[in-house]
């Protein structure tokens, strides 16, 4: 069962635009999110993260959103840039639990 | 700060061998995990540790075994090599929030 869902696998957008990424949850007792990106051959790095008490967090080019009624949250990136083509992945937990549940991951492309 | 370490980067097995996937991290972190990545399937935590001495099974624990000696090391252990566990293995560490993550061993078994 998979707790965390992240549709619409691959994303192409242009150099300069806004890219959205879109993450689902069923645990409605998860209150702390982090978005992890991945270039081939390495290892996921840290993004960006919120907690369940915010409904936003902002860190230069990438914000993301929660909505907890909906269980949803979202990783914008304005402007995206060529060097954003990457896999995202949104992981989601209970703070100081330090079990991390992973979604499958978006593939973003760039266009330059 | 060489952050966390795995070795192997890249290896191929026979069916029936057996091998330790090296994990080690030097940011004294308690907390230690072993992932696998499958194409489009995301990151499934197979075994993690909450202190030296102290392991416990993930998602996905059949066919690996792990140990906990150490701060630093946490090995993975594939006793009888299976095709279904051709993937790429991602170590990972972590002090309460967010995790930092090895660069991955890729593993084909054939």
């Known amino acids: 069962d998979q707790q965390v869902k992240q549709n619409s696998p691959s994303l192409s957008v242009q150099e300069g635009r806004i890219s959205i990424l879109n993450c689902d949850y069923t645990?409605?007792?998860?209150?702390?999110f982090l978005w992890y990106k991945k270039y081939p051959a390495e290892g996921p790095t840290f993004l960006i993260s919120i907690s369940s008490i915010k409904d936003k967090n902002e860190d230069g080019r990438f914000t993301v959103f929660l909505n907890k009624s909906a269980k949803h949250l979202s990783l914008h990136i304005v402007p995206s840039q060529p060097g954003d083509s990457a896999v995202y992945f949104c992981?989601?937990?209970?703070?100081?639990?330090?079990?991390?549940?992973f979604g499958k991951g978006n593939q973003v492309v760039v266009i330059p | 700060n060489a952050g966390v370490t795995q070795t192997p980067k890249f290896r191929i097995l026979k069916i029936g061998q057996s091998m330790t996937l090296q994990c080690t991290q030097d940011?004294?972190?308690?907390?230690m995990y072993w992932y696998r990545q499958d194409p489009g399937m995301g990151l499934k935590l197979i075994y993690y540790?909450?202190?030296?001495?102290?392991?416990d099974k993930g998602e996905v624990p059949n066919g690996y075994n792990v140990s906990r000696s150490t701060t630093e090391d946490f090995p993975l252990r594939l006793e009888l090599a299976a095709p279904s566990q051709t993937s790429v293995y991602f170590c990972?560490?972590?002090?309460?929030?967010?995790?930092?993550f090895g660069s991955g061993t890729r593993l084909t078994v054939v």
């Open positions: 645990n409605s007792m998860f209150d702390y």
């Open positions: 992981a989601a937990t209970l703070y100081g639990n330090n079990r991390l549940a």
């Open positions: 990972a560490s972590s002090m309460g929030d967010g995790y930092t």
């Open positions: 540790s909450v202190g030296a001495g102290i392991t």
């Open positions: 940011m004294n972190h308690n907390y």
